[in-house]
Nanobody, 124 residues
Framework: QVQLVESGGGLVQAGGSLRLSCAAS????????MGWFRQAPGKEREFVAAIMWSGRFTYYSDSVKGRFTISRDNAQNTVYLQMNSLKPEDTAVYFC?????????????????WGQGTQVTVSS
């Protein structure tokens, strides 16, 4: 049983920055691949970023590449998403997810555990 608790969402103007955090329970966090997804009203949940269990490799969607950075601190059981140069189209509920296989995945079905989501709203 893994629990993920997200924080850091809020309101920001276009061009601003936010850092999302995801705190995980469990003894095996360091073996999980971790991902961030987002879902805007009326749209499908979409992949944002992923990081493998060791943090050696990361992967980003084209829409956020160069603006967002995913990182992890396994000693603190926490994964982060640093979001810079935010745009109104980044507005969505952002979800943290865990993949026990430890891989680098962009598929919703590959992740076994999900956080509750945190709202990010970017105004123009």
């Amino acid at each position: 049983q893994v629990q993920l608790v997200e924080s850091g969402g809020g309101l920001v103007q276009a061009g601003g920055s936010l850092r999302l955090s995801c705190a995980a329970s469990g003894r095996t966090f360091s073996s999980y691949g971790m991902g961030w997804f987002r879902q805007a009203p009326g749209k499908e949940r979409e992949f944002v970023a992923a990081i493998m269990w060791s943090g050696r490799f990361t992967y980003y969607s084209d829409s956020v590449k160069g603006r967002f950075t995913i990182s992890r601190d396994n000693a603190q059981n926490t994964v982060y998403l640093q979001m810079n140069s935010l745009k109104p189209e980044d507005t969505a509920v952002y979800f943290c997810a865990a993949d026990p296989s430890g891989g680098l995945r962009e598929d919703v079905w590959a992740y076994d555990y999900w956080g509750q989501g945190t709202q990010v709203t970017v105004s123009s």
